[in-house]
């Protein structure tokens, strides 16, 4: 039962679901599928990155997050509320053992990373030092919400080194503008607005706090309608009729995941709305992977 607890700081319903977003990264830069070495070596890297950034994120902010809510108040909403809230805030486990089990996994990321390009492991740990910046942050700028996109998109970024150690720029930066603003429309300013009333009351200068209503959500619709635009160029690769079709089928899954969501937001900026976007977002890598992997199957 203790386990449990440690998923819940690693957050791992949520890192499971994000190992789509370096694989489907890696499957629309190159259109085919990476060499099977890359492919395992490449899974267990992710899936320990995302485990200990996420563990990290628990640990920096453990002091402030003890004045937050106990337990997980809407197991039903709220992904990452799936197994239980701040479990180190709240003495569900020691300090000690987060620590242990955050470098553990972050050692397993290492290694992986470096075998994958030496590239991937300097990101990897600048991730880490982002992340803690962005806790370090919260009752300082709202802008922090940057570097929350600069660490998620660490990930999809190193993936395309993986598959490709010398990428184009321009692509390359194309491939980032994607991630960034998904993570930010999608995933963080949704869950801020989610705790906007917890973080006020602790001092937090998210978006969502220092913006009114309206214009957090004309930032986050914003965001997510120019995800989907680039998502139709990424998905399209070559100007003829499949990869117009591929386009179209990009903006379906974008609109269904992300605009829909978030036009309800732009209309009521409110929790319940916050949290179905920050889930349905959640799932928009992996309703992309499947749009990768269907072009790559018909190109066999």
Known sequence: MRLRYFFALSRTPHAVLDLAAPAVTALLWTGRLPEPWIVAVGMVTAFAAYTAVYALNDLVDCRRDAGRAAGCPDPESDLDAAVQLHPVAHGCISFGAALAWTLSWGAIASVGAFLLNPVCLVMFLV????????????????????????????????????????????????????????????????????????????????????????????????????????????????????????????????TGQLLLPGARLLRAADRRNALRLFNRASYYPLGMLLVAAARISLRL
């Not at 120019?226 to 990869?243: F, M």
């Open 127 to 254: 991730a880490c030092l982002f992340e803690a910046l962005y806790c370090t942050l919260g009752g300082v700028t709202p802008f922090r919400t940057l570097i929350a996109g600069l660490v998620k998109s660490a990930g999809p970024l190193a993936a395309i080194l993986a598959v490709d150690p010398s990428p184009v720029p321009g692509r390359f930066l194309l491939f980032f503008a994607w991630v960034f603003l998904w993570e930010i429309g999608g995933q963080n300013i949704p869950n801020d607005l989610a705790d906007a009333a917890e973080d006020s009351r602790l001092g937090f200068r998210t978006v969502p706090v220092s913006l009114p209503p309206l214009w957090t959500g004309i930032t986050t619709f914003g965001a997510l309608l120019a995800t989907v635009l680039i998502s139709a160029v990424l998905a399209a690769r070559e100007a003829n009729l499949a990869g117009a079709a591929f386009a179209l089928l990009a903006v379906l899954v974008g």
